[in-house]
């Protein structure tokens, strides 16, 4: 048994490559489109605000398998032609990022009021006051929502298996139908590396929150 499930390691692993570039992407998508959706929330401006209001109320509300169908069998016929790895990247960073959007809104309104009163009284300009009194504190709040969405995340990546890419749950799913008799086992490695691969989202997010909160 020992050396089968060696065999199929080489399968997992590439499965595994593509499942965490998909994460990486769609994370660097999803945190842009958090951060300005969110303060995009809090804007004096009515429409940045409503523009980052309908951005958040609709891709929160949205499935993500078919907003990831919608982008990759729907946007070609609108002459926009996405690889499946930008269809994937795109669909998950819209839609994670509109719950980022939000935490990124109520961990800057979280701020005490005092500190906002302290900067005007400093005569620091808007943008002093954005980026030097309250967003350094509202990230350290940000942290722990942010890391479970990350984790979210990495688990909504599996759906990408449903336009064929060769992603972690995709290489399970072949060796499940070469190997049906050992489905519990197949299934039983898919969960152990999907919680290796999650760990190593927690543990620096963990990390980072004890560096960034040692002043309290």
Do not use: H
Request: net charge positive; charged share 10%.
């Amino acid at each position: 048994m020992l050396d089968t499930i060696l065999s199929w390691l080489p399968f997992l692993g590439q499965g595994a490559l593509v499942t965490i570039k998909i994460t990486l992407l769609s994370g660097c998508v999803a945190m842009v489109f958090a951060m300005l959706s969110g303060l995009g929330r809090l804007s004096s401006i009515p429409p940045i605000r409503w523009l980052s209001i309908g951005y958040i109320e609709l891709f929160r509300a949205a499935s993500l398998l078919v907003l990831l169908f919608w982008v990759y069998f729907a946007l070609p016929m609108a002459g926009l032609e996405l690889s499946k790895t930008w269809s994937a990247v795109l669909a998950i960073g819209l839609n994670i990022g509109a719950y980022g959007g939000e935490i990124v809104r109520s961990s800057i309104q979280a701020v005490p009021r005092g500190q906002y009163e302290a900067s005007i009284a400093l005569n620091l300009s808007p943008y002093r006051r954005l980026t030097q009194i309250v967003l350094p504190q509202a990230i350290v709040r940000m942290l722990p929502p942010m890391g479970n969405l990350w984790i979210e995340m990495l688990k909504s990546t599996s759906l990408v298996f449903f336009i064929t890419m060769s992603d972690l749950t995709y290489e399970a799913m072949i060796l499940r139908n070469n190997y049906y008799s050992d489905t519990p086992v197949i299934f039983g490695l898919l969960l152990l590396i999907y919680y290796l691969l999650s760990t190593c989202i927690s543990l620096p997010i963990s990390w980072l929150e004890r560096k960034m909160t040692v002043w309290r």
